[in-house]
């Protein structure tokens, strides 16, 4: 299979343990067989090559998010680049020219785009290897997955079917409704839309062509920032007359708010915290490296990180984004291709880090005009390349990094340390990169 997987999404609705930099996609909330804590994006794609071991999985992505898939999936999977946010419909139709331009995907060959973020069991994957059937088929130009149900949302668009068969051509599409009108759509036999789309590749190439104005993907990817904001579904599948949906009748939970996110958790505590028994239907995460204690509480959720500490009521917990976004505050963690750094503390002029670094990875070749910096191994061993010259780090060494100097650190072993930065403006955009001279790279 050809398995687009579309990544986006902020950080307001799981926070605070999402934020600008890590989607809720990138929580390690759940457990994998061996009991190891993954993130969606590490199950999904773990259930996309269990279902299909020879898959092809592409992730259309934000530049913010690349360290993060980098970090969690290596380089298992290809990542598209958008330079700009633009919707669904300029999303799908950059990542269809990459599949063709960059990665050479045979344009007869099926394509299925789906989130990256479904809390689903691997009957939702053996269902899209039916999708891509379809396709190969030809019966319809556009094939839908649509969800069977449980409940008359108003969380979700519907798709109208012609029929009550397992594939049926589309009747008709309805917008999110109010409950009582939900209830008459699911009596007609509506589906949830849930953004699984599959066609063959040089369907959406067409499509593409026919509302850009572009050569390939080069001149595509130079003027996505000017393109119109639309989603795939007001571009494309509403204006397809040849449209069949395939039901699904599986699990298939949507992962957007606490409340949800407590019904999947796979246990009620994560992190250091104690519930007494006295305690109902309270889920607790806690990333911090201090204990939570809960007594006496009902119908909680309570989340706790270096960005902030959330106490809700779980049905109130949907209604958080308006408050979150008053919050002003950078990240104070996140995931980079080569490991994690969190901020242990910031003042207006400087800023401590503990960050470590995986082994065999290493940092970008860069430089920071504003501001020096203090760094101190405390665990591990590597080395740092500082103004062209190369440096052993181990335990108990420190090095001062000045403000300008070109510098890159490698992780020879895993090498957790502390970053202290001092200067008179402390910003995540001060930072410039530079390739790596060929006599400085390092096997």
Not at 106 to 131: G, K
Not at 172 to 196: C, H, S
Not at 354 to 360: M, S, W
Request: include cysteine.
């Amino acid at each position: 299979m050809n398995i687009l997987l579309l990544s986006g999404g902020s950080g307001k609705r799981l926070w605070p343990l999402s934020n600008d930099v890590r989607s809720k996609q990138f929580i390690r909330i759940f457990r994998d067989a061996q009991g190891n804590n993954e993130s969606m994006v590490q199950r999904v794609y773990r259930q996309i090559t269990a279902v299909d071991p020879g898959a092809k999985v592409t992730v259309a992505t934000s530049k913010t998010q690349v360290s993060s898939i980098r970090n969690q999936l290596g380089d298992a999977v290809s990542i598209c680049v958008e330079p700009a946010r633009r919707d669904t419909f300029p999303a799908i139709a950059l990542a269809t020219v990459y599949l063709q331009d960059v990665l050479g995907v045979d344009p007869e060959e099926p394509v299925i785009v789906c989130p990256v973020d479904p809390y689903v069991n691997n009957s939702y994957f053996e269902a899209l290897t039916r999708l891509e059937k379809l396709v190969e088929g030809d019966a319809a130009s556009l094939t839908l997955m649509g969800i069977e149900p449980t409940v008359p949302s108003k969380k979700y668009g519907y798709i109208i079917p012609q029929g009550g068969e397992t594939v049926s051509p589309v009747k008709e599409f309805k917008e999110k409704p109010d409950k009582e009108t939900a209830k008459l759509y699911i009596a007609q036999g509506a589906l949830w839309n849930a953004g699984v789309f599959a066609f063959r590749l040089k369907y959406l190439i067409e499509k593409a062509h026919s509302m850009i104005d572009f050569t390939d993907y080069k001149d595509l990817f130079a003027k996505y920032e000017t393109l119109t904001k639309i989603s795939f579904d007001y571009a494309v599948v509403e204006k397809e007359p040849s449209i069949q949906v395939m039901r699904y009748a599986g699990e298939w939970k949507d992962v957007g708010s606490w409340n949800m996110m407590a019904e999947v958790m796979p246990e009620p505590t994560m992190g250091d915290v104690i519930l007494d028994e006295t305690c109902e239907n309270v889920h607790v995460v806690n990333e911090l490296e201090i204990p939570i204690l809960v007594m006496g509480c009902k119908d909680l959720v309570v989340a706790a990180s270096g960005d902030g500490i959330l106490v809700s009521d779980k049905e109130r917990s949907g209604a958080m984004k308006p408050y979150v976004e008053k919050i002003d505050m950078d990240a104070r963690f996140a995931e980079k291709s080569w490991g994690t750094y969190t901020v242990i503390d910031a003042q207006p002029h400087s800023m401590t880090i503990k960050v470590h670094l995986r082994a065999g990875k290493r940092m970008t070749y860069h430089a920071h005009e504003m501001r020096q910096e203090i760094f101190t191994v405390v665990s591990g061993q590597g080395r740092i390349i500082l103004g062209g010259v190369e440096q052993q780090l181990r335990t108990g060494n420190s090095i001062t990094i000045p403000a300008g100097t070109k510098h890159i650190i490698i992780a020879d072993t895993d090498m957790h340390a502390i970053e202290v930065q001092m200067g008179q403006e402390i910003s995540a955009k001060d930072k410039t990169i530079y390739p790596l001279p060929e006599a400085l790279i390092i096997k």
